[in-house]
């Protein structure tokens, strides 16, 4: 059973940073299939930042570029999340997901809440 475990979130005053991570098991990703969502109290879940296809690139949605950083922590199951200059509107619940093989995002983690105070 294919399972992402996050962690990492926390409150922290605007300006402030956070690292999310992410673990997954059950079976083997490429820490390339492997993205963060969000989604905060009201809004739709949205995509936060990914790896292109072939890892050769980072992805982010507008409203991050600039202030967060994915990276991989080794090759296989694991990714994170550095959060630097936090904004109010950052505040979310975060959520790791992995690709399956029909390269959707398929598989979630539980969320890490994430508040960021004015």
């Known amino acids: 059973q294919v399972q992402l475990v996050e962690s990492g979130g926390g409150l922290v005053q605007a300006g402030g940073s956070l690292r999310l991570s992410c673990a997954a098991s059950?079976?083997?990703?490429?820490?390339?299939?492997l993205a963060w969502f969000r989604q905060a109290p009201g809004k739709e879940r949205e995509f936060v930042a990914g790896f292109t296809w072939n890892g050769g690139d980072t992805r982010y949605t507008d409203s991050v570029k600039g202030r967060f950083t994915i990276s991989t922590v080794n090759a296989w199951n694991s990714v994170s999340l550095q959060m630097d200059s936090l904004k109010p509107e950052d505040t979310a619940v975060y959520y790791c997901?992995?690709?399956?093989?029909?390269?959707?995002?398929?598989?979630w983690g539980q969320g890490t809440q994430v508040t960021v105070s004015s």
């Open positions: 997901a992995a690709k399956g093989t029909n390269l959707k995002y398929i598989y």
């Open positions: 059950g079976r083997t990703f490429s820490s390339y299939a």
